[in-house]
């Protein structure tokens, strides 16, 4: 059986890690370089990492959503994965900013009902800032979220773990960066 987990590990270590001198978006410096889209935009990438994603989303998750743009291929590729066997879920785009034209939208997709579950993706967590600006959207669009899956945690002292516990999260992430950078 191939190992999809291995696979996307050696890819997100040839295509998507860089070591040098680096300001990431956060503001931060950093030798370590992520960026997940050099994966998530190849066939095969995001395959692998929709696949590896599935597996840790919330049993009763209606939808997987995300804010734009990082999370844009995630949630669509999930959602075709389930697409193939037939798993109802659906996927979301938060948006940055309300739409500037028509109803004005936050959220994209086909809207769940209030209540329901709903589990956000992310590709790479440093403070978590990102994904709990879409948790908050869709929070306050009235749909509960408790769960984020990224597929690198950057592990930048700390903040993305007290960052979630502040606002209530379980953070799980497919890779910790010293796997992707080969130091673990």
Not at 87 to 97: D, Q
Not at 161 to 173: N, Q
Request: hydrophobic share 40%.
């Amino acid at each position: 059986m191939p190992n999809f987990r291995e696979e996307l590990l050696t890819m997100l270590r040839e295509d998507a890690y860089r070591k040098g001198e680096y300001t990431l978006s956060s503001g931060k410096s950093s030798q370590h370089y992520v960026n997940c889209k050099p994966v998530t935009l190849t066939a095969r990438g995001l395959t692998l990492a929709s696949i590896q994603l599935l597996h840790h989303v919330e049993e009763d998750s209606v939808a997987v959503a995300g804010l734009t743009l990082g999370a844009d291929p995630l949630v669509s590729g999930v959602a075709v994965v389930c697409g193939l066997d037939k798993i109802k879920l659906n996927a979301l785009i938060v948006r940055k900013e309300a739409k500037g034209h028509g109803t004005g939208a936050y959220i994209e997709g086909p809207l769940p009902e209030k209540g329901s579950l709903v589990t956000v993706l992310e590709d790479v967590i440093t403070t978590g800032g990102s994904a709990i600006k879409a948790v908050n959207r869709l929070r306050d669009a009235g749909y509960v979220v408790n769960r984020i899956i990224s597929i690198v945690d950057r592990q930048v002292d700390g903040e993305a773990d007290a960052a979630m516990k502040e606002a209530d999260l379980e953070l799980i992430s497919l890779f910790k960066l010293d796997e992707v950078a080969n130091e673990g």
